[in-house]
């Protein structure tokens, strides 16, 4: 089974470095201050929950880019004081279960647990509020997850951006966002894998028993919160070996795929409510479908990724480095929707969906290596140099995906390197000869990946170019979208689609198809003009990415 190369083996340097940076400035200035995390920011109606997704954020963003946040020890030193005397955030309520409260403490052990790993010198004292959180917020009520109430569709409909408690169902408090308490099983799936404990692992089990008898179409879960609950019980079925348990996965990611998603890949909020998307669970969604492929070795998942990835997240993250949530693309406006065409619904969630972005941007950097014993995998193409552990250097230039050419070049490498290197074919694709010194290779074709198994030296070349095609896409209504391999394409708001359109390329970033000049859509970090600190443009930003 592959996996990603350690954070620090893979120096990015592209794109997504960019956004990372971008991303790690934003967290470092404003709210996310330490003086102002501590103070203002905290919202009494999710108890921990911006002071653990931005800890998680610097966390992950700092590995990843091999940056770090100055702040973080900071914010390390500070987060003690703010806990309750049983050593979590918030009010104490007693037998009653706040499901708001519960979903804060899974990114609250979330962060805990990264910095377990990152800091093995602190591990002792981060372990010791892991503890605090465990036996004084999540055992004493344990029993009550096994009863969480899945069928309440009826009693919540509101809800608004942030979600809010809605009601009391017996012992629950309840909130718009339906179904997040099981936020907080992906936090202690991760305590988890930190060591054994018995008492824990019956009480995810127990959660996770409860969120597979869930009809979530019918109760209109968060979509956020079911793709959490999905990448919980993949570090669950990892953690036992229950082939079962990702078969179960795969089914309702399914669901997700059929009833959750719009026309480029980002998410309705709710099932059955298209109001608006949410890069939260954008990353979530991500994260699964790389984690369904580690499971199960279906390339098909790793397209899916591409999609998340170039389509919906990189719609999703503005200019300022921030995340903001989008219209809901390809759902009729009556239903909350936004139509044919695709705009920004909220400038930046900066309360929920930038800290998230953090850990997407963090794990694209990480995916775009794997490795297992003598096989490299290139799953996610971005410019950058990656070490193996033997000294074996390679660095990769591309401009992937607006450019499907890729150019390995081994920097480093101490001796003669047998290694079977694997690069990914990502859907719409049709790759030509890879090259080696100018040659073209023999290449075989295994699970989705051209494989170049072969004895390497320093010095040597690989060029290839995957070659993703412009292609028209044809959806069940018969609507079509135009993409560039996994990069949906967009035009203006009166554009229109003749019946046998001729689309041509004409820069690296611009296409022209029967008149209507086409973009990616995931150009919105480069929009300045869209820039909320100067004004309000953005709210009347609006692209046409279906057409009749």
């Not at 909020?269 to 298209?274: D, H, Q, V, Y």
């Not at 369904?292 to 990835?309: C, I, N, V």
């Amino acid at each position: 089974m592959p996996r990603p190369m350690p954070f620090g083996s893979f120096r990015a340097d592209g794109i997504t470095a960019l956004r990372g940076q971008r991303l790690l400035a934003r967290l470092q200035t404003g709210k996310y201050l330490p003086d102002r995390l501590w103070t203002q920011s905290a919202d009494a109606s999710w108890p921990g929950d911006t002071e653990g997704r931005t800890v998680l954020a610097l966390e992950l963003l700092g590995r990843a880019l091999g940056a770090g946040s100055t702040q973080l020890a900071e914010h390390r030193l500070r987060w003690p004081r703010h806990l309750n005397r049983l050593g979590y955030f918030g009010a104490m309520h007693g037998a009653d279960l706040d499901e708001q409260q519960l979903a804060s403490h899974g990114w609250v052990l979330r962060a805990l647990c990264e910095g377990v790993l990152a800091s093995p010198g602190r591990g002792e004292d981060l372990r010791g509020l892991i503890a605090g959180v465990i036996e004084g917020l999540v055992l004493p009520n344990a029993d009550a997850h096994a009863e969480y109430p899945i069928d309440h569709r009826r009693d919540v409909t509101g809800g608004s951006h942030s979600g809010s408690a809605a009601r009391k169902r017996g012992r629950w408090i309840l909130s718009t966002d339906i179904g997040c308490d099981w936020i907080l099983m992906d936090g202690l799936a991760q305590v988890l894998d930190l060591g054994p404990d018995r008492r824990l692992g019956a009480l995810v089990d127990a959660m996770i028993s409860r969120f597979l008898q869930v009809d979530l179409v019918a109760l209109g879960m968060q979509t956020h919160a079911t793709l959490t609950a999905l990448r919980a019980c993949l570090r669950r079925a990892a953690q036992t070996a229950d082939a079962g348990l990702v078969a179960a996965v795969s089914e309702r990611y399914a669901i997700y795929l059929a009833h959750g998603m719009t026309a480029n890949w980002a998410n309705h909020n709710w099932f059955g409510r298209p109001t608006w998307t949410e890069p939260c669970a954008m990353v979530d969604a991500f994260q699964v479908a790389l984690g369904l492929w580690q499971s199960t070795g279906e390339p098909a998942y790793l397209g899916d990724a591409h999609r998340f990835w170039h389509s919906a997240l990189g719609h999703g993250q503005r200019c300022n480095g921030g995340f903001g949530p989008d219209t809901c693309c390809g759902s009729p406006a009556t239903d909350g929707g936004s139509g044919d065409l695709l705009g920004m619904s909220v400038f930046e969630a900066h309360w929920c969906c930038s800290m998230r972005g953090g850990e997407g941007i963090a794990r694209a950097i990480e995916a775009a290596w794997w490795t297992a014993g003598d096989d490299l995998w290139l799953v996610l193409p971005q410019p950058g140099t990656v070490q193996l552990p033997d000294g074996t250097a390679i660095r990769l230039d591309t401009g992937w995906p607006h450019d499907g050419r890729l150019r390995l070049e081994i920097i480093a490498c101490p001796a003669p390197r047998r290694l079977a290197l694997r690069i990914f074919i990502p859907p719409g694709c049709t790759p030509a000869t890879p090259c080696i010194g100018g040659v073209a290779a023999d290449a075989a074709r295994d699970a989705g990946f051209l494989v170049l198994d072969r004895t390497w030296n320093v010095g040597e070349v690989v060029d290839l170019d995957l070659r993703p095609q412009t292609t028209i896409e044809r959806h069940g209504d018969a609507r079509r979208s135009i993409w560039h391999g996994p990069l949906m394409l967009a035009a203006a708001p009166d554009a229109v689609l003749g019946g046998d359109p001729d689309i041509v390329r004409e820069a690296p970033t611009l296409w022209r198809c029967d008149g209507a000049l086409l973009h990616p859509v995931d150009d919105t970090i480069h929009r300045h003009d869209l820039d909320a600190a100067r004004d309000e443009s953005w709210k009347g930003f609006r692209r046409r990415v279906l057409f009749a």
